[in-house]
């Protein structure tokens, strides 16, 4: 089986998401229509934003069933990282904390997905 390396998530208004995930991530969709956009990441992986109502077959629930993660080398910048989403507005649901794994925090996309920023402990 081949690698995933594409993430969808089912939003309310792909136009609202994108200008809220192209303020975050500081960069621009590389598609971008009325129900749908997609972001390719530094990294290779591709991010979508699919409009919910859209979605075929139709979505039964929706809820949180995971959090889309974004690793940092270190605990300084997960608290710089948490200083400036929260200036930007972002609603956090965890403040930087040590955890089994890591240092993190976790906040909240406008459809209340969970963006969790971590530095992973050392091993």
């Not at 690793?71 to 956090?92: E, F, I």
């Amino acid at each position: 089986m081949p690698d995933s390396n594409f993430i969808i998530l089912y939003v309310e208004s792909p136009s609202r998401s994108v200008e809220f995930y192209s303020a975050l991530l500081e960069k621009s969709p590389v598609e971008h229509s009325p129900l749908f956009a997609m972001f390719v990441l530094d990294s290779g992986m591709k991010f979508g934003l699919w409009q919910q109502q859209d979605v075929q077959p139709a979505i039964e629930t929706l809820g949180v069933s995971g959090e889309i993660a974004f690793p940092l080398p270190d605990k300084a910048a997960v608290g710089n990282t948490y200083s400036d989403w929260k200036d930007r507005g972002l609603r956090m649901i965890q403040e930087p904390t040590a955890m089994e794994f890591g240092y993190t925090f976790v906040a909240l996309d406008p459809d209340g997905n969970r963006l969790r920023v971590f530095s992973p402990a050392a091993s």
